[in-house]
């Protein structure tokens, strides 16, 4: 079976202006979602795997730096540059609540339990709104050396970690006292933070790094330089055995998390991709870019020879995957030509 063909991506229009944060939601019953933060100012919401647009949330009047939806996807969150985040019903596209701030938003997040919004931006104040109680006001916890660029919650809902734009390093906060209690250091400013899916892990890419640490012990586990100045990072979240990157180059990079090398690479972008996101199976990755556009990406096996670097396209241990088999079937249909004849003779047979 020959599965080296190039697979074009999925490439989602829809965005005027540049793609600047994705978001994928957990798998849900009706499947997972895709999210998008555009200088546009309308967030638009995708199907996961295909990448059909679902809906745009309008309401915001200046661009819109990042997304997210809580774990069940109902709800959806922005941050924006008009000084306000928003929360949305993402079934019906309603806007549920604005919170109001004194400057520019950069960054927000649900909490695992969904209760909570966090965020943070140019008053370099992380604020945590109780999404039960929108009116009231929210909590502040002790400010941020710094203009803030990214923030997560870890350690279900027990740690926050934030980035800044004009400093080098992740900084981790204690939710029940409020205050910093460890840096990460790093040369440069972090413009990505991944919490990985099973919790281990923290992915930061500092424009010429990208580095992992312990998300429990926060030691630094690997750090790799990178071939260009690279403005975003995911972890493969089902065997955690690679990574994508990109950046500048326009180029998604993919390398292999445990040696470093570059394992794949792809091309399409027509300005520099400013986000990357795996999907929470592992079997695709989102980009977004300077040119409007979202592109879907197919993660391949790029490395037939070791069956645990061919990722979600062929579990370890040679356990068969019956949707992974089906999607080869669907693929390689002489496959089933070839098969033809056998079929036949086991028909004659019975």
């Given at each position: 079976?020959?599965k080296?063909?190039v697979v074009?991506?999925l490439?989602?229009?829809?965005?005027?202006?540049?793609?600047?944060d994705?978001f994928?939601?957990p798998?849900?019953p009706?499947?997972?979602f895709?999210?998008?933060?555009?200088?546009?100012?309308?967030?638009?919401l995708?199907n996961?795997e295909?990448?059909?647009?679902i809906?745009t949330?309008?309401?915001?009047?200046?661009?819109?730096?990042?997304c997210?939806?809580?774990?069940?996807?109902?709800?959806?969150?922005?941050a924006?540059?008009?000084f306000s985040?928003?929360?949305?019903?993402?079934?019906?596209g309603d806007e549920?609540h604005s919170f109001?701030?004194?400057?520019?938003?950069?960054?927000c997040?649900?909490s695992?339990?969904?209760?909570?919004l966090?965020t943070?931006?140019?008053?370099?104040?992380?604020?945590?709104?109780d999404?039960n109680?929108p009116?009231?006001?929210?909590?502040?916890?002790?400010?941020s050396p710094?203009?803030?660029?990214?923030?997560a919650?870890?350690?279900s809902?027990?740690?926050?970690?934030?980035?800044?734009?004009?400093?080098?390093g992740?900084?981790?906060?204690?939710v029940?006292?409020?205050?910093?209690v460890?840096?990460l250091?790093?040369?440069s400013?972090?413009?990505?933070?991944?919490?990985?899916?099973?919790?281990?892990y923290?992915?930061t890419?500092d424009?010429s790094t990208?580095?992992?640490w312990d998300a429990?012990?926060f030691g630094?586990?690997?750090?790799?330089?990178?071939p260009?100045i690279?403005?975003?990072a995911?972890?493969e979240?089902?065997?955690?055995?690679?990574?994508?990157a990109?950046?500048?180059?326009m180029?998604?990079?993919v390398f292999?998390f445990?040696?470093?090398?570059?394992?794949?690479?792809n091309?399409?972008h027509?300005g520099p991709v400013h986000c990357v996101?795996f999907?929470p199976?592992?079997?695709?990755?989102?980009s977004g870019?300077e040119?409007g556009?979202?592109?879907?990406?197919?993660t391949?096996?790029?490395n037939n020879?070791?069956?645990?670097t061919?990722g979600a396209?062929?579990?370890?241990?040679?356990v068969?995957?019956?949707?992974?088999?089906?999607?080869?079937q669907?693929?390689n249909?002489?496959?089933?030509?070839?098969?033809?004849?056998?079929?036949s003779?086991?028909?004659?047979a019975g």
């Amino acid at each position: 079976m020959d599965k080296k063909k190039v697979v074009a991506p999925l490439v989602c229009h829809g965005h005027s202006r540049p793609v600047v944060d994705l978001f994928y939601s957990p798998i849900t019953p009706d499947g997972f979602f895709l999210v998008s933060a555009s200088k546009d100012s309308t967030p638009m919401l995708r199907n996961g795997e295909t990448g059909d647009w679902i809906g745009t949330f309008q309401g915001h009047k200046g661009a819109v730096w990042s997304c997210c939806l809580d774990k069940h996807a109902l709800r959806a969150a922005s941050a924006s540059a008009d000084f306000s985040a928003k929360l949305w019903d993402a079934l019906t596209g309603d806007e549920l609540h604005s919170f109001e701030h004194k400057h520019i938003v950069r960054a927000c997040a649900f909490s695992e339990d969904t209760h909570l919004l966090l965020t943070g931006g140019m008053e370099k104040v992380l604020r945590i709104f109780d999404l039960n109680r929108p009116d009231a006001p929210p909590r502040e916890i002790e400010k941020s050396p710094g203009s803030v660029r990214t923030v997560a919650w870890l350690h279900s809902d027990q740690t926050i970690l934030g980035s800044c734009t004009d400093m080098g390093g992740v900084r981790l906060w204690d939710v029940r006292t409020g205050t910093i209690v460890r840096t990460l250091e790093t040369k440069s400013s972090v413009t990505s933070a991944e919490v990985s899916q099973d919790g281990r892990y923290i992915t930061t890419a500092d424009g010429s790094t990208v580095k992992f640490w312990d998300a429990n012990h926060f030691g630094l586990v690997k750090s790799y330089d990178m071939p260009c100045i690279v403005e975003s990072a995911s972890l493969e979240p089902k065997y955690g055995n690679k990574f994508i990157a990109s950046g500048e180059d326009m180029w998604i990079h993919v390398f292999d998390f445990h040696t470093g090398a570059e394992i794949g690479c792809n091309k399409g972008h027509h300005g520099p991709v400013h986000c990357v996101r795996f999907s929470p199976g592992g079997e695709s990755y989102a980009s977004g870019s300077e040119d409007g556009t979202i592109r879907i990406w197919q993660t391949g096996p790029q490395n037939n020879t070791n069956q645990e670097t061919s990722g979600a396209n062929g579990p370890i241990q040679n356990v068969k995957d019956p949707a992974d088999e089906v999607a080869r079937q669907i693929e390689n249909v002489h496959i089933a030509e070839e098969d033809k004849t056998t079929v036949s003779e086991k028909a004659q047979a019975g």
